[in-house]
């Protein structure tokens, strides 16, 4: 064991600069790369459980409080942020975090990583082949769908362990928000989903013989601690990077790769 940790603590670096670096440039959420990375890692030291996916999905969001708030801070200076979207959604999108807590508590691994390779092929298939025209409307939607919108945001997030930039920035740019400003905006989207569900992970139970060391109920402090180290020094980066350069082909890219993950992602829920 002790032999691995000198892998593993590298592979944790690296996986947190590319996560930081996805979460300031394209708005996709590190999460998306963090769950399946927390997954793998964890299952290599020998902690393959029903519970895993909890902490996996827990650990990816408690990193994600570091990450948006970074990434909110670089965009806001350059007057990116939309603060009247973040306010009104901001009620929803933590009550859906909230439940979105409540089921994966009651799920198993294999179902959850299911579920993370089901949404996970969605996500990657419409960053594929999304087109920048594509509308809902010229404006974002009024209360009565909000109401319902925001906790959809929330909830798939939370099952997804990512930060919202995912769900936020497509929700956004369909409902006429510039990109860079729903980019900008979705980092914010973030903190609102992580912090009340990181909470409340806290307190979810698992078996002390089942969890990796430094785990609290079902966040793992210790793959926190390495990830968000580098995920605060390359966040920044990928939203310079983000403001000088159109990231579509980029994007195009990191679909098909998580079109990859997520695919075997779904084929481990399914025992293949």
């Not at 944790?12 to 600069?17: H, V």
């Not at 394209?26 to 890692?41: E, K, N």
């Not at 092929?121 to 319902?148: H, K, N, V």
Request: charged residues 10%; hydrophobic residues 55%.
């Amino acid at each position: 064991m002790q032999a691995d940790l000198i892998p593993l603590l590298a592979l944790l670096l690296g996986i947190g600069a590319f996560a930081g670096i996805l979460a300031g440039l394209l708005g996709v959420g590190g999460g998306i790369v963090l769950v399946p990375a927390f997954f793998y890692t964890f299952s290599h030291m020998g902690y393959g459980s029903d519970e895993l996916m909890r902490i996996c999905l827990a650990t990816s969001l408690a990193t994600i409080i570091a990450t948006s708030a970074r990434s909110v801070h670089s965009h806001n200076r350059k007057g990116a942020v939309d603060w009247s979207i973040l306010k009104t959604w901001a009620p929803g999108i933590a009550v859906g975090a909230i439940i979105g807590v409540l089921v994966v508590a009651q799920l198993r691994s294999a179902a959850l990583q299911g579920i993370f390779g089901v949404i996970g092929m969605c996500i990657g298939l419409y960053m594929a082949f999304s087109r920048s025209e594509w509308r809902i409307a010229d404006e974002m939607p009024s209360a009565g769908t909000r109401m319902i919108l925001s906790p959809t945001v929330g909830f798939l997030s939370v099952l997804m362990g990512i930060g919202g930039g995912s769900f936020g920035v497509p929700l956004m740019t369909l409902y006429g928000t510039p990109i860079h400003r729903a980019v900008a905006t979705a980092a914010g989207f973030g903190a609102l989903i992580a912090v009340p569900s990181v909470i409340a992970f806290l307190f979810v139970p698992i078996p002390a013989e089942v969890r990796p060391p430094l785990t609290i109920g079902a966040v793992n402090l210790g793959a926190f601690a390495v990830v968000v180290c580098m995920t605060m020094i390359t966040t920044p980066i990928g939203a310079r990077i983000a403001h000088s350069l159109n990231p579509k082909p980029l994007k195009r890219v990191f679909a098909m790769f998580l079109l990859l993950v997520a695919g075997n992602m779904l084929r481990k829920s399914l025992g293949l």
